[in-house]
């Protein structure tokens, strides 16, 4: 019996422990039992619920501290086993809990309670007798509000920060650590088309940037990659003066779905609270009105408004640089000074407009007659100034500038009248005339105003002792109309030698020049003239005709065919006329066409094979002989030949010269002698002048050979008593 006593009172005491747990357990709960009666409500309850224990205790009423109108708590559903019916009431609101089988969770607002309302989650769950049955449901409740109110403010201010960024005027974007776009607002959307829809959740910020995968700038300061960002924004990035660790650039966009932009951009690195890189915001400008801008300014600081040239500013820039280059490569430098002779008539007779179109017209043509990396500068009314880069050597600046006096020189059209305008030029050398800017231009404007004081139309160089073969050219380029005119040009012929006959087959046209004052002068000197100045058809026209002339009288005295070489500028071979030319001589002359070659050199040929190609065939097809000069000095090879329907191959004298004494030169004429002869064509050697040189050619299969070994240039009658001392003229 004691032992029963004793047992209850232990019982008892930890039913009262129980109670006195709950009762003061800081979480607010109540028990209903299975009649739907409280049968518990504890200190935290009433604080929450502002009801008192004393007046729900009992009652069935445990939903009038929650709800205006009767309804069932969770507890109720619970009891009742009415959870089919828990979507009817907390639809939205409730699930099973995660932790607790059985047990289901709520959250819902109150607006009645004190304070202006309260949020709770509630959680309830049956409660059970030690034979597993129901006697009634257990709802504990948590005041919530705190965390709710904190969870909208912060949604408040995501929603604000969001309203910030994106009716921002200012675009950009933002990027998480695992560079994913969060943020692409209406700014950034206007400014490169890319829509926010398209990239926000995405890595493709590239997209609207790069028309291949590449990071942003954004993307380099998430990762930390300071050494990347200089090697992916090379010389266009600097660090911020403003923002630590961020970084800006400007660069152009081609690209953009709103049409090409200079963007200035800035992006910065987004930190948490730890102080971790957690992500980077990127902003962007569009400065292409001010990039524009700026080129306006540049551009109005550098170059002629008239003329589109470089004008002093530009020039003296170029030019200082060009000497910096010279010392450092030891290289030449020509400074050239141009003034237009006579300008000031043209604008007194037909007006400033007039003379703005010569002046623009003039520097059109003195650009179209140097190179692209040369500079062309108009400095002041009609005078200009060239500055040719690292020309090869003096006799390099002289054929620039005789092509660019043949340029100027040619007829104008202005205003329905034909003007002859030329000019006159002086020519400063760096380093022979001046190691500076200021000398080299003072020096060629005095080069200039000598060339317009002795002969306007002509070039001087400072040094005098560069005027000589300039003076020289510019004489002989005024007498060369004359010479053409007055029968001061005459032929020479050189005899072409058979190895195997021993008798002369042929002999090649050679061009002279009987100066009244001058002598005899060799083609090398005035042929250039002739071709910059476009002399050269005419001359060349001259040549064939006379030299078919005096071979017909040569085959007449003869009795038999002697064939003739002529040789064939590259002006002239592309001049239309040149097929109607020979038809027109031949059918005059009677000349066979067979017996008539035409000598073209190898560059002319290789200059552009598919159309010289069409033109040889069309002058084969004709009867004409071909024959290819000065073979192996260019870039072709005999293997090449086969696409061209020559007869004759020429190896020029430079291979020639060194028979004898050189083994290597003696390899490349015996390798273009066997393939030559296999290709059927006929070799001829040039230039043989030793009895070695012709003891190899024989020896090798050469066809024939010409040169002074055998015979000198000679006049036509000098040729004709040649012919009959080699008993070749019939008696």
Not at 10 to 21: K, V, Y
Not at 368 to 378: K, L, Y
Not at 534 to 545: E, H, K, M, Q, T
Request: glycine fraction near 6%; charge should be negative.
């Amino acid at each position: 019996m004691k032992k029963i006593d004793k047992h209850a009172a232990l019982t008892e005491q930890h039913n009262g422990m129980l109670a006195q747990i709950v009762k003061n357990s800081p979480v607010a709960t109540f028990v209903i039992d299975t009649q739907h009666r409280v049968i518990l409500w504890n200190r935290a309850c009433e604080i929450i619920t502002g009801v008192a224990a004393s007046q729900i205790i009992g009652s069935t009423g445990a939903w009038q501290p929650f709800y205006p109108q009767e309804r069932p708590v969770m507890a109720d559903l619970i009891v009742e086993g009415r959870l089919n019916e828990m979507a009817n009431y907390y639809a939205g609101k409730y699930r099973p809990s995660p932790t607790l089988q059985g047990t289901w969770e709520a959250e819902d607002f109150f607006p009645h309670f004190p304070d202006g309302g309260k949020w709770l989650t509630f959680t309830a769950t049956e409660l059970k007798d030690e034979k597993n049955r129901i006697i009634g449901a257990i709802e504990t409740l948590r005041d919530v509000t705190v965390e709710k109110t904190a969870e909208a403010a912060w949604r408040d201010s995501q929603h604000l920060l969001h309203e910030i960024i994106d009716g921002s005027p200012v675009p950009m974007f933002v990027l998480n650590a695992q560079h994913q776009v969060t943020y692409w607002n209406r700014a950034c959307e206007a400014l490169n088309g890319t829509m926010a829809k398209e990239m926000i959740g995405t890595r493709l910020q590239w997209k609207a940037f790069y028309p291949n995968e590449r990071p942003v700038l954004a993307d380099l300061i998430v990762d930390g990659k300071t050494e990347e960002i200089s090697k992916q924004y090379q010389n266009i990035c600097r660090p911020s003066l403003l923002i630590e660790n961020a970084w800006e650039a400007t660069t152009y966009f081609p690209d953009f779905q709103s049409g090409p932009k200079w963007l200035y951009f800035t992006a910065a690195p987004l930190h948490s609270l730890d102080g971790q890189i957690v992500g980077a915001v990127e902003t962007l400008q569009d400065v292409t009105a001010q990039k524009k801008y700026e080129q306006q300014l540049e551009y109005k600081a550098n170059y002629d408004t008239l003329t589109g040239l470089a004008n002093r500013n530009l020039l003296n820039n170029r030019l200082r640089q060009a000497i910096i280059q010279a010392q450092r490569g030891n290289l030449l430098l020509a400074v050239l000074f141009l003034d237009l002779d006579n300008f000031k008539q043209i604008n007194d007779t037909l007006g400033h407009s007039a003379g703005d179109e010569v002046i623009q017209a003039f520097g059109q043509r003195i650009s179209g007659a140097v190179r692209d990396v040369d500079t062309v500068a108009r400095i002041s009314g009609d005078e200009y100034v060239v500055l040719l880069h690292a020309p090869q050597s003096v006799g390099h600046i002289t054929t620039v500038v005789r092509r660019l006096l043949d340029q100027v020189e040619a007829k104008l059209q202005i205003r329905g009248r034909e003007l002859y305008i030329g000019c006159s030029v002086g020519i400063a050398l760096y380093p022979k005339d001046g190691d500076n800017p200021e000398s080299l231009m003072m020096n060629a404007d005095a080069a200039m105003y000598r060339a317009k004081a002795s002969d306007k139309g002509g070039f001087r160089y400072y040094s005098d002792d560069f005027n000589k073969g300039a003076i020289l050219w510019m004489e002989l380029k005024q007498q060369l109309h004359y010479a053409l005119t007055s029968g001061q040009l005459e032929l020479y012929y050189q005899p072409q030698y058979s190895v195997q006959t021993k008798r002369i087959t042929g002999a090649e046209a050679l061009l002279r020049w009987n100066h009244p004052s001058k002598g005899l002068l060799l083609p090398d000197v005035f042929i250039p003239i002739a071709e910059e100045t476009g002399l050269i058809i005419p001359i060349g026209n001259w040549v064939v005709r006379t030299a078919i002339t005096e071979a017909q009288q040569w085959q007449e005295v003869l009795g038999s065919a002697l064939r003739l070489s002529v040789n064939i500028s590259a002006r002239q071979f592309r001049y239309k006329s040149l097929l109607e030319l020979l038809d027109r001589v031949v059918d005059h002359t009677g000349f066979a066409p067979l017996n008539l070659e035409l000598e073209l050199t190898e560059s002319l040929v290789m200059n552009n094979p598919d159309k010289v190609n069409a033109l040889l065939k069309k002058i084969k097809s004709k009867g004409f002989s071909l024959a290819m000069d000065d073979f192996g000095t260019g870039y072709s090879s005999l293997a090449y030949l086969r696409r061209f329907p020559f007869d004759m191959v020429k190896i020029d004298q430079s291979f020639i010269a060194d028979l004898g004494q050189n083994t290597e030169a003696e390899a490349i004429v015996r390798a273009m002698l066997t393939l030559g002869k296999a290709l059927g064509l006929r070799m001829v050697a040039e230039g043989v002048e030793t009895e070695a040189q012709w003891n190899f050619l024989r020896a090798e299969g050469c066809d024939e050979i010409q040169g002074f070994w055998f015979s000198r240039p000679l006049c036509a009658s000098d040729f004709m008593e040649l012919l009959k001392a080699q008993g070749q003229v019939k008696t």
